[in-house]
């Protein structure tokens, strides 16, 4: 039996009324700016120093480095730790440093073990020559954990030296936090791939900017903030707060590769926000 008349009115009313509301709250929001686009964006840092962007999961690039695959994550076979090495110019007196370990097929380590780990690497080199704060080791085994005496031994920050007198050259000794998630493996891969496209030459010029912008999410307030890291052209010296326009590339992290953002200008009609807030994308 076909429905009445009134019927199929009040059904094409709702469907009227669900269709103007669902236009109204898409009217209050802004879309991401598509890579191969163009838009405004504000530089939030110049980044001289791989190991100090902030993109993705950066505790995770020396592993993949080492060439650790997505599936020993699945196997919960990579963990991360943190060790700290004395350090008076540090607030705490120690420069802590995380590290991540590839167990052997089998074994299973709870949170809070203290495992000692060699052959150290990290995913770059430090530009200044020193230990990068993120580095990949190799188990070596498990050692006594700290009692109340080492931990106060570290000062106000209980932790886990990470060179301990009398061990062999080269190995540190680390306390586990847990395994790494292994969906984060996607998103450090990119990360790693994004960063190895950056130029040594870039970096050390100045030329490479961590960039960001501010979209309407919802009426309210509420708002959401991508960001790049590009490369701007030798002729632009630019600094944090300036307004520049970009040809969006791969959202720094995400798990999109490639392409490469590009700063393409400087704007001098756009004053940027104070405070904390970024200009609007567009």
Known sequence: MSPSAPARDRTTALWRFMTLALCAALAACETAPRAGSETQAQVMDVVTDRHAVRDGHPELYAALRAGVTRRE?????????????????????????????????????????VADVHELRAAWPAPDGGVPARLHGVYAGTA?????????????????????????????????????PAWAFDFAAAGLRRLDALRDSDLAAGRVLRLGCQLKVLDGGDWYAPVWVATAPDRLRLAPGDVVRLRVGAEAGSKDAGPPAEVLERRTDVAAPGGNALVRCG
């Open 144 to 180: 006594t954990a700290l009692g109340e005496a080492g931990a106060t031994a570290l000062g106000p920050h209980p932790g886990t030296r990470c060179q301990v007198p009398g061990a062999p050259a080269g190995q540190w000794r680390v306390t586990l936090r847990g395994p790494v």
């Open 73 to 113: 994550l699945d196997e919960g076979r990579l963990v991360e730790g943190e060790c700290g090495v004395p350090d008076v110019a540090q607030p705490s007196g120690m420069r802590w440093h995380t590290v991540t370990v590839l167990l052997p097929p089998g074994v299973r380590l709870s949170r809070g073990t």
